[in-house]
């Protein structure tokens, strides 16, 4: 199974300010997966980011909120923009461990996001 | 798109024993599947369990299985001789990336 290296692995941010999270996968990959985890939640999609094209995102998110880049086929980042306390939660990447619908996601170990 | 209905927010039980967790889901496609994630108090996700549409048989991993009753479009996590290792969040997800609210199975000794 894929390792997903993420980091920061968490951060305390001031309002207003932005931080990009990156993600970094062993193996090649065609998409990599943005969620968010609010507190006590369950995970939710933010966006799927694809080499060499722009991000997909799911209702509810933009691109001027989380840009995202994918510049190769290893590597991600997710950018919070214009934070506010409603922001602070669990952001994680994933990516599938293969190709199609039936293979199971691997997830990074998260970034811990807190807004001041 | 496939909805993940998940409707236990939290489970006890004790060491040894056998719990179920529920979950359903709604889709009008004919193909699709199921997955159980972990997720401790750590934070990590850890994948558990996989169950397509068309498998012939319930899926089993270890003392992980699934109850795969397509008629009643469910698909509830049992896990046997429970651990105290395993209390944890629980989610149950869709091949379209989707995940219920989750379950808090909480094994006591």
């Known amino acids: 199974s894929a390792v997903i290296s993420q980091k920061p692995s968490r951060d305390i941010c001031q309002r207003g300010t932005s931080l990009t999270i990156q993600c970094q996968v062993d193996?090649?990959?065609?998409?990599m997966f943005w969620y968010r985890q609010q507190p006590g939640q369950s995970l939710t999609l933010i966006a799927t980011?694809?080499?060499?094209?722009?991000?997909?995102?799911e209702s509810g998110f933009v691109i001027d909120k989380f840009p995202i880049s994918r510049p190769n086929l290893t590597f991600s980042t997710l950018t919070v923009s214009n934070m506010s306390p409603e922001d602070s939660s669990i952001y994680l990447c994933?990516?599938?461990?293969?190709?199609?619908?039936?293979?199971?996601?691997?997830f990074g170990d998260g970034t811990r996001l807190s807004i001041l | 798109a496939q909805k993940i209905t998940q409707t236990q927010p939290g489970m006890f039980v004790q060491e040894k024993e056998a719990v179920t967790l529920d979950c359903t889901y709604d889709?009008?496609?004919?193909?699709?599947?199921l997955f159980w994630y972990k997720q401790p108090s750590s934070g990590e996700m850890i994948f558990l369990i996989y169950?397509?549409?068309?498998?012939?048989q319930n899926a089993t991993e270890g003392r992980y299985s699934l109850n795969f009753q397509k008629a009643r479009k469910s698909a509830n996590l049992v896990i046997s001789a429970s651990q105290l290792g395993d209390s944890a969040m629980y989610f149950c997800?869709?091949?379209?990336?989707?995940f219920g609210k989750g379950t808090s199975l909480l094994v006591t000794p």
């Open positions: 193996s090649q990959v065609t998409m």
């Open positions: 889709t009008s496609d004919p193909s699709y599947g």
């Open positions: 997800a869709g091949y379209a990336l989707n």
């Open positions: 994933s990516v599938r461990s293969g190709r199609g619908g039936n293979q199971p996601q691997h």
């Open positions: 169950q397509g549409s068309y498998d012939q």
């Open positions: 980011a694809n080499q060499g094209s722009e991000a997909t995102y």
